[in-house]
């Protein structure tokens, strides 16, 4: 779960991490009470990148201005994310941008702490210079890996590796970490959590947009499910499987509009649960593709003949089924869906009635 | 001969009264696998499937197991591989999905100061048809051979190990990694084992989007590896920054795309199939085998 701006920095001020002065706002007349001199820094709250490069950052010299910027942002898209909130800083008099972040690395499989001596650019950009140091999970920061980046800024990292550890972070970024009259302040923060360990947290703030509705309201059910630009709804169990059948559905010129993952259940009410909410995501065709091993293609059938008794579907049904009690399950599900044999037969039928 | 897993398994089932620890327990049993005890705190002197029930490892341990399984619930997954790691357990199969990727990152690190190997967090665990299996794939799909297998996959690798099944291909051993992005052994170990399993004559990869272990594995393949290998990488149409129900499964900053890893693949030698079922007819086709 990505953090919004604001919000990582109010993380950041709890652990002793200087950030600029600033207010969230989210209704014109709050612009009123916020208490800081002008000029003001006035930053669209989103979380995708490269906002700066959109223009949802903007300077305001007074009041009016900043009624004009406010509509601006908030009426602005970012990569098709809405902006839903502006955080107003003071305007900070800069000398020079670092960049510094921990991350866990999938390779190393250890934390690695990344600076760089040039910030506010993208990471990728300045790759020859940044000084990457891998930290144990057993050890954690020693004091030597401080050693290796400038004195000014080892404070605001130590604090940063505690935040990062005790909030279960995958990310936490500091870009730009300025240096203003001496002092190192955050002057951006991207934090991103760990969705695993969200139980141990419940005083961050839930605000992960990035979700479509259907996409939520999958999460809360306990159901993977994606929302792609195709008309075909997939279901598979298990994540690779219902990969791999998108990607079968392309090699015939289908494409792929839901990926539903039905994991390891045969459970026929969590097999309904799916269907309808497939149902609500209105593909052309629903192909579903199930390997019983441990799961029984008897019992999914239970629940997507239980579905089909409770709701009119306006589409088809693709169905390959293979596995544990495939036979019984197709003989019941004749006449409710259309079954092909094959994996691939599977895909060319689903992308054939998608095209029509 | 077969990798990581074979017939001299003594296994720890650690959660075993739980609904998904009972069955596998039976299932397991079935396929072969030596179960010498079971771990629930606080349910100790209970039997599940005829096998004792203990409320702790060291407990346990009077029934000499080697190797444990975990099906603990995430919050408390950490505690049992730490806690059998402890008594000096060697191999651990993590089942367990949505493990806090902070505490994986730490049991996977005291493993390697134990000189132990963990296999998975969230993966289906490791078989070697005709001698053990420590994990939830289905028995049924197997057949004694001599192709490897290696997986971050499930339900894929079930498909595709039945297909080389049917096609005659029989496997030495298939083990799945895990579909988490930090988990405990990596393509790379596998390969190693692989190429040092006398059994295994070919192996095959199934790797998906996210990450860097394919291209990893494909350098290592390049100067490492005399036998075939053969490989699937599902998530072709995936979209960036998604994540695929595979919490590992996702393309951050343009990095993990299913290209760039057939592309490594290819590079290095390595057959890359369209179609999961198209590995045994690769096989078939091929010279080498």
Redesign the interface.
């Known amino acids: 779960m990505k953090l919004l701006e604001y919000a990582g920095k109010e993380l950041f001020k709890k652990y002793g991490i200087d950030t600029p002065k600033g207010r969230v706002v989210s209704s014109k007349g709050e612009l009123h009470n916020v208490d800081i001199p002008f000029p003001w820094v006035m930053k669209a709250q989103v979380l995708v990148g490269g906002r700066g490069k959109a223009g949802g950052i903007k300077f305001a010299e007074n009041m009016e201005e900043a009624e004009k910027i406010f509509d601006e942002l908030m009426n602005m898209e970012i990569k098709g994310e809405k902006v839903r909130k502006i955080l107003i800083e003071e305007k900070l008099n800069i000398e020079k941008e670092y960049y510094l972040s921990f991350f866990l690395d999938r390779s190393s499989r250890e934390y690695l702490m990344m600076f760089s001596p040039e910030g506010g650019v993208d990471i990728e950009a300045m790759a020859e210079r940044v000084i990457k140091t891998n930290v144990n999970p057993l050890i954690g920061l020693q004091p030597y890996h401080l050693r290796r980046i400038p004195k000014e800024v080892r404070n605001i990292a130590a604090n940063l590796f505690r935040l990062f550890i005790e909030n279960d972070c995958e990310l936490a970024e500091i870009n730009p970490l300025a240096i203003s009259n001496g002092k190192a302040i955050a002057a951006d923060a991207k934090v991103i959590i760990d969705n695993n360990a969200l139980y141990r947290h419940p005083e961050l703030p839930k605000e992960d947009v990035e979700l479509t509705p259907l996409e939520k309201e999958a999460r809360e059910k306990g159901i993977a499910f994606v929302q792609l630009d195709g008309n075909i709804g997939v279901i598979a169990n298990g994540a690779g499987l219902t990969m791999a059948t998108l990607d079968a559905l392309n090699e015939f010129d289908g494409k792929g509009g839901v990926f539903l993952d039905l994991g390891g259940t045969d459970d026929p009410a969590k097999v309904k649960q799916a269907f309808e909410l497939m149902a609500k995501a209105k593909p052309k065709v629903i192909l579903l593709n199930l390997f019983g091993g441990i799961t029984k293609c008897d019992t999914v059938a239970r629940g997507i003949i239980e579905f089909m008794e409770e709701h009119k579907l306006d589409c088809p049904v693709v169905a390959r089924i293979k596995g544990m009690n495939e036979d019984v399950a197709r003989e019941m599900l004749s006449g409710y869906v259309i079954a092909v044999e094959s994996f691939q037969e599977a895909a060319r039928k689903a992308a054939e009635l998608g095209r029509d | 001969m077969a990798i990581w897993a074979d017939e001299n398994i003594r296994l720890l089932v650690q959660g075993i009264t739980g609904h998904q620890g009972q069955?596998h327990t039976k299932?397991m049993m079935e396929f072969g696998t030596k179960i010498v005890a079971g771990v629930t705190p606080g349910k100790g002197g209970q039997q599940v499937h005829g096998v004792p029930v203990y409320d702790s490892v060291e407990e346990a341990m009077e029934r000499e197991p080697n190797a444990s399984i975990v099906f603990v619930p995430?919050?408390f997954a950490k505690d049992a591989v730490i806690e059998a790691l402890d008594v000096g357990i060697k191999l651990v199969v993590v089942i367990t999905e949505?493990?806090?990727?902070?505490?994986t990152?730490?049991f996977?690190?005291?493993a390697k100061?134990k000189g132990a190997r963990v296999i998975g967090p969230n993966c289906p665990g490791i078989a070697s048809p005709g001698k053990t299996k420590i994990g939830?794939?289905?028995n049924?799909?197997f057949k004694e051979g001599n192709i490897g297998v290696a997986?971050?996959?499930?339900?894929?690798?079930?498909?595709i190990v039945?297909a080389l099944s049917q096609a005659g291909f029989g496997q030495s051993t298939c083990v799945g990694l895990g579909?988490d992005?930090?988990i405990g052994s990596t393509f790379i170990d596998a390969l190693k084992a692989f190429e040092d399993d006398e059994e295994t004559k070919a192996i095959v990869l199934?790797g998906?989007?996210g990450?860097?272990?394919e291209e990893?594995a494909a350098e290592y393949i390049a100067s490492n590896i005399t036998k075939p290998v053969y490989a699937?990488i599902?998530?072709?149409?995936?979209?960036p920054?998604?994540?695929?129900?595979?919490?590992?499964?996702i393309i951050s900053?343009g990095k993990g795309t299913?290209e760039s890893k057939i592309k490594a693949f290819e590079e290095a030698g390595v057959k890359v199939a369209?179609?999961?079922?198209e590995i045994a007819e690769l096989i078939k086709n091929d010279k080498r085998i």
């Open positions: 069955f299932a995430a919050p949505n493990i806090p990727f902070h505490d990152m730490q996977v690190h005291y100061y939830i794939l289905p049924v799909i997986s971050r996959s499930g339900t894929l690798t079930y498909e039945n579909g992005p930090i199934v998906e989007i990450g860097t272990a990893e699937y599902a998530g072709r149409t995936a979209p920054g998604k994540r695929m129900g595979h919490a590992g499964a900053g299913a369209r179609f999961p079922h």
